[in-house]
């Protein structure tokens, strides 16, 4: 049976430090029927060159470069509106993919839809839809190629109120249904991912996991939380767009940032 394309939809900016590993975590995938877009919101740090030169030489690439800088949810919404297959999934530039990582996830998914596995609505009712999201465990480095030995795991369903108390879908581990992800374009005022996930299972869909770390996700040692204020504000404001009062969302805020720090805890310590 003849096995479907997916596209590999890869935002960068200012990544020629990382991007040729990233990218060649995705070329290596054993699971060959892909097609990597990928669109750079302007780099000025040379990226572009070793971009062009890998478009050139493997024909399943394609580049395109913005005119002016966007940001990356336009740059995000953009790759998923001109992806052609039905299935994408939505790469970072500085992560990197296991070399199996697509072949488990569409193995999941064909699983599913042959019946083999269960899918559910938020209500534990059986799902008659497509799956809408399909993730994987995560692991860590650092930006020297240092591992961490903790790994997030992955569940094996996640429903909308489960989500709200923790984003456990890493971005770059994502493999989406391209006709479900374009009707919630990414919201670039937001903690992007974190909504977008939330409002598709909002709708009743269930996101599907790997429990295994088929991504890893760079991080700085010295700031493994990143700009945590910029962060839970956005997480807020996320709240906030759901319509939740300031109890509820204060409420899952304090959910989310005790999750969210013991989770960076371990990083550290491992």
Same mark, same amino acid.
């Given at each position: 049976?003849?096995?479907?394309?997916?596209? %590999? $939809?890869?935002? =960068?900016?200012?990544?020629?430090?990382?991007?040729?590993?990233?990218?060649?975590?995705?070329?290596? /995938?054993?699971? &060959?029927?892909?097609?990597?877009?990928?669109?750079?919101?302007?780099?000025?740090?040379? +990226?572009?060159?070793?971009?062009?030169?890998?478009?050139?030489?493997?024909?399943?690439?394609?580049?395109? @470069?913005?005119?002016?800088? /966007?940001?990356?949810?336009?740059?995000?919404?953009?790759?998923?509106?001109?992806?052609?297959?039905?299935?994408?999934?939505?790469?970072?530039?500085?992560?990197?993919?296991?070399?199996?990582?697509?072949?488990?996830?569409?193995?999941?998914?064909?699983?599913?839809?042959? #019946? *083999?596995?269960?899918?559910?609505?938020?209500?534990?009712?059986?799902?008659?839809?497509?799956?809408?999201?399909?993730?994987? #465990?995560?692991?860590?480095?650092?930006?020297? #190629?240092?591992?961490?030995?903790?790994?997030?795991?992955?569940?094996?369903?996640?429903?909308?109120?489960?989500?709200?108390? /923790?984003? =456990?879908?890493?971005?770059?581990?994502?493999?989406?249904?391209?006709? %479900?992800?374009?009707?919630?374009?990414?919201?670039?005022?937001?903690?992007?991912?974190?909504?977008?996930?939330?409002?598709? !299972?909002?709708?009743?869909?269930?996101?599907? #996991?790997?429990?295994?770390? !088929?991504?890893?996700? @760079?991080?700085? &040692? *010295?700031?493994? +939380?990143?700009?945590?204020?910029?962060?839970?504000?956005?997480?807020?404001?996320?709240?906030?767009?759901? @319509?939740?009062? +300031? $109890?509820?969302?204060?409420?899952?805020?304090?959910?989310?940032?005790? &999750?969210?720090?013991?989770?960076?805890?371990? $990083?550290?310590?491992?």
């Amino acid at each position: 049976m003849a096995r479907d394309t997916i596209t %590999v $939809i890869m935002a =960068v900016y200012n990544v020629a430090a990382t991007i040729t590993e990233t990218i060649r975590s995705v070329l290596n /995938q054993t699971y &060959r029927e892909l097609k990597l877009l990928i669109i750079d919101d302007c780099s000025t740090d040379g +990226s572009d060159f070793i971009l062009k030169n890998f478009a050139k030489e493997d024909p399943r690439i394609t580049y395109v @470069r913005m005119q002016t800088n /966007q940001g990356v949810a336009y740059v995000r919404n953009y790759g998923l509106e001109h992806a052609k297959t039905e299935w994408i999934a939505f790469f970072d530039g500085d992560d990197l993919w296991r070399e199996d990582k697509l072949e488990k996830q569409v193995s999941l998914r064909d699983r599913m839809l042959r #019946g *083999d596995v269960p899918m559910y609505l938020d209500n534990g009712d059986p799902n008659p839809m497509y799956p809408a999201i399909i993730f994987s #465990g995560t692991a860590y480095m650092d930006y020297k #190629g240092n591992r961490y030995g903790y790994v997030l795991k992955a569940p094996e369903s996640v429903t909308y109120k489960k989500l709200l108390k /923790q984003n =456990v879908i890493s971005f770059s581990s994502a493999m989406v249904n391209k006709n %479900v992800m374009e009707k919630f374009p990414v919201d670039g005022n937001l903690h992007e991912d974190f909504y977008t996930w939330l409002v598709v !299972l909002k709708k009743g869909f269930v996101a599907y #996991g790997i429990d295994e770390p !088929l991504m890893t996700y @760079r991080i700085d &040692r *010295d700031s493994a +939380s990143g700009n945590k204020w910029a962060a839970a504000k956005k997480n807020y404001n996320v709240y906030k767009k759901l @319509r939740f009062g +300031s $109890i509820k969302s204060l409420y899952y805020m304090f959910c989310y940032a005790r &999750r969210n720090s013991a989770k960076y805890n371990k $990083i550290k310590k491992s």
